[in-house]
């Protein structure tokens, strides 16, 4: 039968145990929570970027070199507003429906990205 001693090291021990775990746990969370954001944040880039770029050529065709010169702010803010809306909510749509790391995965499992 152990001593009181040993008992209480085992419980040292154990408790050591634990709170590498719990470390462990909190970092790999966080890890997982940032890799969860960054997807987010690039599904949502997407339309963003299309949407600003598809304003600011239709700003030029419509109003032309000078116009576009002086109006590229309200245009770019225009753009980036809407395209921020629709990438959230298309982001927002994917976490939901399918997952982000899932949605992920298909992608990148497309056999004509490996050509």
Known sequence: ??????CREECREECGELEYRERESVLQQ????GVLVTLW?????????????ATMLLGWLSLGDH???????PLLL????TGALVG??????VRLRHGLLAFYARLMNNPELSR
């Open 88 to 93: 959230g909510w298309l982001a927002e749509r």
């Open 41 to 53: 944040l690039a599904i949502a880039a997407s339309p963003l970027l299309l949407i600003v770029a």
């Open 67 to 73: 116009g576009l010169l002086h109006y590229w702010q």
């Open 78 to 81: 225009v753009g980036g507003v």
């Open 30 to 33: 966080g890890v997982a929570r």
């Open 1 to 6: 039968m152990p001593n009181e001693r040993e």
